[in-house]
């Protein structure tokens, strides 16, 4: 189920006025963007090479080549910075793998009851969500779930058996968040 490109960062708002932008890694070395040569869009058409990158409060700003204007940055702001698959390394061990290799898994109960399968993973700051779409699909909506990546709300990830068991608990149906616990 993996993709054939992962997401290593996503370009925020513009940093200043000479092109600079915010930058939000998702890598697990931020100066590893620099090993794999030019990063490109999440379709593969346009390429991208980082040029300078400071760490800053939350994020990092960089300066990638060809973007000289608040404008163009500007114009960058949301884009995905993708790589190849096939350039990253093998997960070191089983337990651990890649955001992308959760999309499309098979999303069940503890006790091995269909939930539904996983869509994609969001981090919008306060720690990695998992989008599912629940079985059934609700007839005819198109209501997903956002469900927090944590030790409590997913407790076991097997990528070779194309699953993740949520227990989400309360947490699906009420606004209360589960106890916090940190997947790392």
Excluded: C
């Excluded at 993709?3 to 940093?15: M, N, Q, W």
């Excluded at 590893?32 to 593969?44: A, M, V």
């Excluded at 399968?117 to 699909?137: N, S, T």
């Excluded at 007839?139 to 944590?150: D, N």
């Amino acid at each position: 189920m993996p993709t054939d490109r992962v997401l290593l960062a996503r370009i925020g708002a513009p940093h200043g006025v000479r092109g600079e932008v915010r930058l939000f890694i998702f890598a697990q070395d931020a100066d590893s963007l620099f090993d794999y040569g030019p990063l490109t869009d999440e379709d593969g058409k346009r390429r991208f090479e980082i040029a300078a990158l400071r760490p800053a409060k939350e994020h990092f700003v960089a300066r990638l080549k060809g973007v000289d204007t608040r404008e163009a940055a500007e114009a960058l702001t949301n884009v995905g910075l993708h790589v190849e698959r096939a350039s990253l390394p093998p997960p070191d061990d089983e337990d651990d793998f890649y955001h992308a290799d959760l999309i499309g898994l098979a999303a069940v109960t503890p006790d091995g009851a269909a939930f539904g399968k996983v869509l994609a993973v969001h981090d919008f700051g306060a720690g990695d969500i998992l989008e599912i779409a629940p079985e059934g699909g609700g007839k005819g909506t198109s209501k997903t779930l956002m469900l927090p990546f944590t030790k409590a709300v997913v407790p076991s990830v097997d990528i070779k058996g194309g699953r993740v068991v949520v227990d989400p608990g309360e947490w699906a149906t009420d606004e209360t968040p589960p106890p916090e616990a940190d997947r790392n």
